[in-house]
């Protein structure tokens, strides 16, 4: 069955950077985009960007540029997801997910990793 | 970016009610709209995609309609596992934007 699984939970100080992982399971990794989604309690849900598990080319909505970057390991069928110079704004639970493009006009997420909360905190 | 007003932001409702959840767009998104439910231990899936297609898997009582800015989430008779949070995504415009959500509560 798909599955995609999520690292730790992470603490980190403002000014660091983490690494968030997303390992794949169940289905041909480079044959779905894997997509990266923000969740906070204030902002609700964000879209981040996508990388295409293939090329590696990715997509990033403007918010994010410069915050977060994307990037794939083929071998291991995981996506990764570094966020750089943290301020406590960027505490949240990211969720990684698979983007799913049907016949057509269909395009959604459809699985989702478990989430991982990352706290950014001195 | 495109807005996503959904409402209510929360309901209350009891077992076996029929409700509807709305979301309106900044402007016409053209049925590019999905939408998702969140349980509390923050477990995410897709209930309808493209307007009015069901997932596999989700029950019938699950439906989605709409049209240009206007969308709705039915559900025709809640059961226990339904009280969660659900959100709608627009696709038609980069980047991808979400409602704010709605929390479905026991009345």
């Known amino acids: 069955q798909v599955q995609l699984q999520q690292s730790g939970a992470e603490l980190a100080k403002p000014g660091s950077s983490v690494k968030i992982s997303c390992k794949a399971s169940g289905y041909t990794f480079t044959s779905y985009y894997i997509s990266w989604i923000k969740q906070t309690t204030g902002q609700g849900l964000e879209y981040i960007g996508y990388?295409?598990?293939?090329?590696?080319?990715?997509n990033y909505n403007e918010k994010f540029k410069g915050k977060a970057t994307l990037t794939v390991d083929k071998s291991s069928s995981t996506a990764f997801m570094q966020l750089s110079s943290l301020t406590p704004d960027d505490s949240a639970v990211y969720y990684c997910?698979?983007?799913?493009?049907?016949?057509?006009?269909?395009?959604?997420?459809?699985?989702w990793g478990q989430g991982v909360m990352v706290t950014v905190s001195s | 970016d495109i807005q996503m007003t959904q409402t209510p932001s929360s309901m209350p409702a009891s077992l076996g009610e029929r409700v509807t959840i709305s979301c309106r767009a900044s402007?016409?998104?053209?049925?590019?709209l999905n939408w998702y439910q969140q349980k509390p231990d923050g477990t995410i899936k897709p209930l309808i995609y493209?307007?009015?297609n069901l997932q596999s898997g989700v029950p019938s009582r699950f439906s989605g309609s709409g049209s240009g800015t206007d969308y709705s989430l039915t559900i025709s008779s809640l059961e226990p596992e339904d009280f969660a949070m659900y959100y709608c995504?627009?696709?038609?415009?980069?980047?991808?934007?979400f409602g704010a959500g709605t929390k479905l509560e026991l009345k």
């Open positions: 997910a698979r983007d799913y493009s049907g016949p057509g006009e269909w395009y959604y997420f459809d699985y």
């Open positions: 995504q627009q696709y038609d415009s980069s980047p991808d934007t």
């Open positions: 990388i295409n598990t293939g090329s590696g080319g990715t």
């Open positions: 493209y307007t009015s």
């Open positions: 402007q016409g998104i053209s049925n590019y």
